[in-house]
Protein backbone atom coordinates (compact mmCIF):
# COMPACT_ATOMS: atom_id res chain seq x y z
CA UNK A 1 0.00 0.00 0.00
CA UNK A 2 2.89 2.60 1.20
CA UNK A 3 4.84 1.61 -2.17
CA UNK A 4 2.06 1.75 -4.41
CA UNK A 5 1.04 5.69 -2.56
CA UNK A 6 4.74 6.87 -2.76
CA UNK A 7 5.08 5.72 -6.80
CA UNK A 8 2.54 7.48 -7.20
CA UNK A 9 3.04 10.51 -9.72
CA UNK A 10 2.37 14.13 -9.05
CA UNK A 11 -0.99 15.87 -9.59
CA UNK A 12 -1.09 18.12 -12.33
CA UNK A 13 -1.35 21.36 -10.97
CA UNK A 14 2.08 20.76 -9.66
CA UNK A 15 3.35 18.93 -12.36
CA UNK A 16 2.17 22.36 -14.55
CA UNK A 17 3.76 24.55 -11.22
CA UNK A 18 7.23 22.78 -11.56
CA UNK A 19 7.10 23.73 -15.12
CA UNK A 20 6.10 27.05 -15.15
CA UNK A 21 8.75 27.78 -12.54
CA UNK A 22 11.43 26.24 -14.16
CA UNK A 23 10.44 28.23 -16.91
CA UNK A 24 10.42 31.71 -14.64
CA UNK A 25 13.55 30.69 -13.00
CA UNK A 26 15.62 29.98 -16.67
CA UNK A 27 14.08 33.27 -17.80
CA UNK A 28 11.97 31.30 -21.13
CA UNK A 29 9.15 33.38 -19.25
CA UNK A 30 11.00 36.58 -18.62
CA UNK A 31 10.78 39.37 -15.61
CA UNK A 32 7.11 41.03 -16.03
CA UNK A 33 5.56 38.86 -18.22
CA UNK A 34 1.84 37.91 -17.90
CA UNK A 35 1.01 34.37 -17.79
CA UNK A 36 -2.17 33.52 -19.27
CA UNK A 37 -4.60 30.99 -17.71
CA UNK A 38 -6.36 29.90 -21.18
CA UNK A 39 -2.49 29.85 -23.07
CA UNK A 40 -1.64 27.53 -19.68
CA UNK A 41 -4.05 24.99 -20.29
CA UNK A 42 -3.82 24.90 -23.66
CA UNK A 43 -0.31 24.18 -23.53
CA UNK A 44 -0.60 21.50 -20.79
CA UNK A 45 -4.00 20.12 -22.53
CA UNK A 46 -5.90 20.26 -19.28
CA UNK A 47 -8.58 22.60 -17.83
CA UNK A 48 -8.51 25.99 -15.84
CA UNK A 49 -8.77 24.71 -12.63
CA UNK A 50 -5.43 22.90 -12.43
CA UNK A 51 -3.68 26.13 -13.84
CA UNK A 52 -5.58 27.93 -11.23
CA UNK A 53 -4.07 25.73 -8.78
CA UNK A 54 -0.72 26.02 -10.75
CA UNK A 55 -0.61 29.97 -10.42
CA UNK A 56 -1.33 29.47 -6.77
CA UNK A 57 1.78 27.53 -5.71
CA UNK A 58 3.69 29.26 -7.88
CA UNK A 59 2.54 32.44 -6.28
CA UNK A 60 3.30 30.81 -2.75
CA UNK A 61 6.90 30.56 -3.40
CA UNK A 62 6.99 33.76 -4.62
CA UNK A 63 7.35 34.05 -7.96
CA UNK A 64 4.29 35.20 -9.80
CA UNK A 65 1.04 37.50 -8.59
CA UNK A 66 -1.73 36.39 -9.95
CA UNK A 67 -4.67 39.12 -11.54
CA UNK A 68 -8.16 38.02 -10.90
CA UNK A 69 -9.94 37.84 -14.74
CA UNK A 70 -6.32 38.62 -16.00
CA UNK A 71 -4.22 36.01 -15.66
CA UNK A 72 -0.55 36.09 -13.61
CA UNK A 73 1.72 38.82 -13.69
CA UNK A 74 5.80 37.20 -13.08
CA UNK A 75 7.28 39.88 -11.12
CA UNK A 76 10.00 42.07 -11.40
CA UNK A 77 13.89 42.39 -10.08
CA UNK A 78 14.56 45.33 -7.95
CA UNK A 79 17.55 46.40 -6.63
CA UNK A 80 16.41 45.64 -2.69
CA UNK A 81 14.62 42.48 -3.13
CA UNK A 82 18.02 41.19 -5.47
CA UNK A 83 20.61 42.39 -2.39
CA UNK A 84 17.95 40.55 0.50
CA UNK A 85 18.07 37.10 -1.71
CA UNK A 86 22.00 37.26 -1.85
CA UNK A 87 22.13 37.96 1.75
CA UNK A 88 20.09 35.72 2.49
CA UNK A 89 21.78 32.84 0.48
CA UNK A 90 24.74 33.96 1.98
CA UNK A 91 23.24 33.34 5.18
CA UNK A 92 21.43 30.20 4.62
CA UNK A 93 24.69 28.51 2.62
CA UNK A 94 26.52 29.14 5.48
CA UNK A 95 24.47 27.45 8.10
CA UNK A 96 24.20 24.29 5.56
CA UNK A 97 27.92 24.28 5.22
CA UNK A 98 28.51 24.74 9.23
CA UNK A 99 25.96 21.32 10.09
CA UNK A 100 27.62 19.40 7.11
CA UNK A 101 31.25 20.05 8.57
CA UNK A 102 29.96 18.28 11.52
CA UNK A 103 27.89 16.13 9.86
CA UNK A 104 28.94 14.64 6.48
CA UNK A 105 30.02 10.80 6.66
CA UNK A 106 33.79 9.92 5.51
CA UNK A 107 32.43 8.36 2.09
CA UNK A 108 30.27 11.77 1.35
CA UNK A 109 33.16 13.77 1.89
CA UNK A 110 35.51 11.90 -0.67
CA UNK A 111 32.50 12.14 -3.16
CA UNK A 112 31.86 16.46 -2.42
CA UNK A 113 36.02 16.49 -3.40
CA UNK A 114 35.77 14.68 -6.48
CA UNK A 115 32.43 17.05 -7.43
CA UNK A 116 34.06 19.88 -6.62
CA UNK A 117 37.20 18.74 -8.64
CA UNK A 118 34.69 18.37 -11.55
CA UNK A 119 33.63 21.71 -10.95
CA UNK A 120 37.10 23.03 -11.25
CA UNK A 121 37.44 21.33 -14.74
CA UNK A 122 34.59 23.20 -16.05
CA UNK A 123 35.87 26.67 -15.07
CA UNK A 124 39.15 25.48 -16.99
CA UNK A 125 36.93 24.62 -20.16
CA UNK A 126 34.79 27.47 -20.26
CA UNK A 127 34.49 30.73 -18.97
CA UNK A 128 30.57 31.15 -19.17
CA UNK A 129 29.36 31.90 -15.76
CA UNK A 130 25.86 30.04 -16.15
CA UNK A 131 27.68 26.93 -16.77
CA UNK A 132 29.77 27.59 -13.96
CA UNK A 133 26.74 28.25 -11.64
CA UNK A 134 24.81 24.96 -12.42
CA UNK A 135 27.86 23.09 -11.49
CA UNK A 136 28.67 24.69 -8.31
CA UNK A 137 24.52 24.54 -7.62
CA UNK A 138 24.77 21.02 -7.83
CA UNK A 139 27.77 21.10 -5.62
CA UNK A 140 25.66 23.23 -3.17
CA UNK A 141 22.80 20.69 -3.50
CA UNK A 142 24.98 17.48 -2.41
CA UNK A 143 26.19 19.64 0.60
CA UNK A 144 22.82 20.76 1.50
CA UNK A 145 21.07 16.81 0.98
CA UNK A 146 23.62 15.29 2.80
CA UNK A 147 23.82 17.73 5.74
CA UNK A 148 21.11 16.33 7.43
CA UNK A 149 19.48 19.61 8.42
CA UNK A 150 16.35 19.13 6.30
CA UNK A 151 14.48 22.80 7.34
CA UNK A 152 17.80 24.40 6.35
CA UNK A 153 17.75 22.43 3.06
CA UNK A 154 14.43 23.53 2.05
CA UNK A 155 14.90 27.14 3.10
CA UNK A 156 18.25 26.60 0.93
CA UNK A 157 16.42 25.86 -2.01
CA UNK A 158 14.04 27.90 -2.27
CA UNK A 159 16.78 31.02 -2.19
CA UNK A 160 18.83 29.33 -4.35
CA UNK A 161 16.07 29.41 -6.87
CA UNK A 162 15.51 33.36 -6.89
CA UNK A 163 19.53 33.64 -7.12
CA UNK A 164 19.16 31.35 -10.02
CA UNK A 165 16.56 33.67 -11.49
CA UNK A 166 18.57 36.70 -10.32
CA UNK A 167 21.86 35.64 -12.34
CA UNK A 168 20.32 36.18 -15.81
CA UNK A 169 20.70 39.76 -15.65
CA UNK A 170 24.48 38.95 -16.22
CA UNK A 171 25.44 39.35 -20.09
CA UNK A 172 28.55 37.88 -21.49
CA UNK A 173 30.86 40.88 -21.65
CA UNK A 174 30.59 40.01 -17.47
CA UNK A 175 32.29 36.48 -18.03
CA UNK A 176 35.25 36.56 -16.87
CA UNK A 177 38.20 33.31 -16.74
CA UNK A 178 39.84 34.82 -13.93
CA UNK A 179 36.58 34.98 -11.94
CA UNK A 180 35.48 31.08 -12.61
CA UNK A 181 39.07 30.52 -11.52
CA UNK A 182 38.41 32.23 -8.07
CA UNK A 183 34.87 31.23 -7.22
CA UNK A 184 36.41 27.30 -8.24
CA UNK A 185 39.08 28.01 -5.67
CA UNK A 186 36.61 29.81 -3.16
CA UNK A 187 34.54 26.70 -3.64
CA UNK A 188 37.69 24.07 -3.16
CA UNK A 189 38.58 25.58 0.11
CA UNK A 190 35.18 25.70 1.50
CA UNK A 191 34.92 21.91 0.96
CA UNK A 192 38.16 20.94 2.28
CA UNK A 193 36.69 22.72 5.44
CA UNK A 194 33.50 20.90 5.27
CA UNK A 195 35.68 17.43 5.12
CA UNK A 196 38.20 18.70 7.74
CA UNK A 197 35.31 19.08 10.03
CA UNK A 198 35.74 22.74 10.60
CA UNK A 199 32.64 23.81 10.80
CA UNK A 200 33.42 27.99 11.68
CA UNK A 201 35.93 27.71 9.00
CA UNK A 202 33.54 26.43 6.49
CA UNK A 203 30.67 29.01 7.48
CA UNK A 204 32.90 31.82 6.59
CA UNK A 205 33.78 29.64 3.22
CA UNK A 206 30.75 30.01 2.69
CA UNK A 207 29.85 33.10 3.04
CA UNK A 208 33.09 34.55 1.40
CA UNK A 209 31.84 32.25 -1.77
CA UNK A 210 28.52 34.15 -1.95
CA UNK A 211 29.92 37.30 -1.23
CA UNK A 212 32.58 37.19 -3.94
CA UNK A 213 29.79 36.31 -6.46
CA UNK A 214 27.49 39.19 -4.99
CA UNK A 215 30.41 41.72 -5.78
CA UNK A 216 30.25 40.43 -9.24
CA UNK A 217 26.65 41.08 -9.37
CA UNK A 218 26.45 44.53 -8.47
CA UNK A 219 27.69 46.32 -11.55
CA UNK A 220 25.29 43.71 -14.25
CA UNK A 221 22.01 44.34 -12.01
CA UNK A 222 22.38 47.98 -12.28
CA UNK A 223 22.76 47.94 -15.90
CA UNK A 224 20.02 45.39 -16.02
CA UNK A 225 17.43 48.22 -14.35
CA UNK A 226 18.77 51.07 -16.16
CA UNK A 227 18.11 49.46 -19.26
CA UNK A 228 14.93 48.55 -18.10
CA UNK A 229 13.74 51.89 -16.97
CA UNK A 230 14.68 53.13 -20.47
CA UNK A 231 11.99 50.66 -21.91
CA UNK A 232 8.43 51.69 -22.61
CA UNK A 233 5.81 50.52 -20.48
CA UNK A 234 4.40 47.38 -21.18
CA UNK A 235 0.94 47.33 -22.58
CA UNK A 236 -1.68 45.96 -19.98
CA UNK A 237 -3.27 42.26 -20.74
CA UNK A 238 -5.91 41.89 -22.31
CA UNK A 239 -8.97 40.10 -19.98
CA UNK A 240 -9.37 36.33 -20.15
Known amino acids: MTDSIA ?4 PQDRLIADALIEDIVEWRI ?27 HVANIGFIQVVPWR ?5 EIDRHAA ?26 GEELLRRVEAYRTIVRQTDNTFEHLAVSNRVGAFIARRCGAAL ?12 RWQHHVISAQYFSEKGGHYSA ?15 DAADDAARA ?15 YLATKKAEPPKRRARKE
Open 7 to 10: SEPP
Open 185 to 199: ELFSKLCRHIVAREP
Open 30 to 56: KPGSWIREREIAERFGVSHAPVREAFR
Open 209 to 223: LLGYLQEGFTAPLEE
Open 83 to 108: TEVLELWKAMFGVVCRIAATTMSDED
Open 152 to 163: ATDMLDRIALFA
Open 71 to 75: GAHVI
